[in-house]
């Protein structure tokens, strides 16, 4: 931890946990155990990112393709995070780390719907840290849905199509609440962003590792900073050298002019 530079920490950082399954299957354990090893990683890569300073994590909980899982580890999934949202609430509440939650949630039992609105509440003027689930969650499916949101506006002349921009799309969605991501970790050794916050990683960072979720811990979130922190970040820009260079033959050229 020492080594990581606290004036450049990532403002948001986003991860796709995987590997529960192969974690569990390495252990002849069903799938679930993989799972509820997973919710132990959650808790600890959360007391680390607060501990760092991050302002918003945001944790690919659930995909809306989850749904096509079988229903005996929807519901485990389901039920686990029930359960976490009730034994995490003094530990949200003491760090001062607000709730919030991103996808398709209508579409969860009511049970965890309600558990889930009634910590947001509860946490909500927490200031130290935005953890957001991303819960039948799709970067396709928001989109579509912002894309609906911005047709109808359009329609009933609320807003003219030449003014949709990035900022109005920014607003139609939800994920753009807490600002684009800046770094993107997916753990389990695939690399691919697997439909998840399309729009605000436009410009993350991405960091991939073969370590398999349930092994996740505040270490390897520090490596992955680190790892972020030792990139420049172009934004579709030169670097800095190449700008110096080119201003440097600019000035040779006018010199030769006149
Ligand atoms: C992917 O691993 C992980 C998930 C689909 C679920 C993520 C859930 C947790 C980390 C558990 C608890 C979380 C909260 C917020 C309470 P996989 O099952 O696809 O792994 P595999 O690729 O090895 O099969």
């Known amino acids: ?36 090893r997973g919710a132990d990683a959650v808790r600890a890569t959360m007391r680390a990112a607060r501990r760092l300073g991050i302002p918003a994590l945001t944790l690919y909980a659930f995909s809306e393709q989850n749904w096509d899982r079988p229903e005996a580890e929807i ?17 949200l509440l003491d760090n001062e780390i607000r709730l919030s939650a991103i996808g398709r949630l209508h579409k969860l039992p009511q049970h965890a719907q309600s558990r889930l609105l009634s910590l ?12 957001t689930l991303a819960l039948s969650y799709g970067g396709r499916e ?6 609906r949101a911005l047709a109808s506006a359009a329609r009933d002349g609320e807003i003219k199509p030449e003014d949709i921009d990035e900022a109005a799309i920014d607003r139609c969605l939800p994920s753009m609440d807490l600002g684009p991501v800046d770094l993107l970790i997916r753990t389990g050794g695939e690399k691919r962003i697997s439909n998840f916050l399309l729009w605000g990683s436009a410009y993350a960072e991405l960091y991939f590792t073969n370590q398999l979720w349930p092994d996740f811990d505040a270490n390897s979130l520090y490596s992955a900073v680190l790892d972020y922190q030792g990139r420049e970040r172009r934004f579709g820009l030169v670097p800095e050298v190449e700008e110096e260079e080119t201003a440097r033959e600019a000035r040779r050229e006018l010199e030769r002019a006149v």
């Open 1 to 36: 931890m020492a080594l990581v530079d606290v004036s450049r920490i990532p403002q948001h950082v986003a991860i796709i946990m995987d590997g529960n399954g192969r974690w569990a299957q390495a252990r002849s354990k069903p799938r679930t155990a993989g799972h509820e």
């Open 120 to 131: 947001s509440e509860e946490t909500e003027s927490c200031k130290g840290m935005t953890l």
């Open 75 to 91: 519901n485990a999934l389901v039920d686990l995070l029930c359960e976490c949202l009730v034994s995490e609430r003094n530990e």
């Open 142 to 147: 928001e989109l579509i849905d912002a894309a």
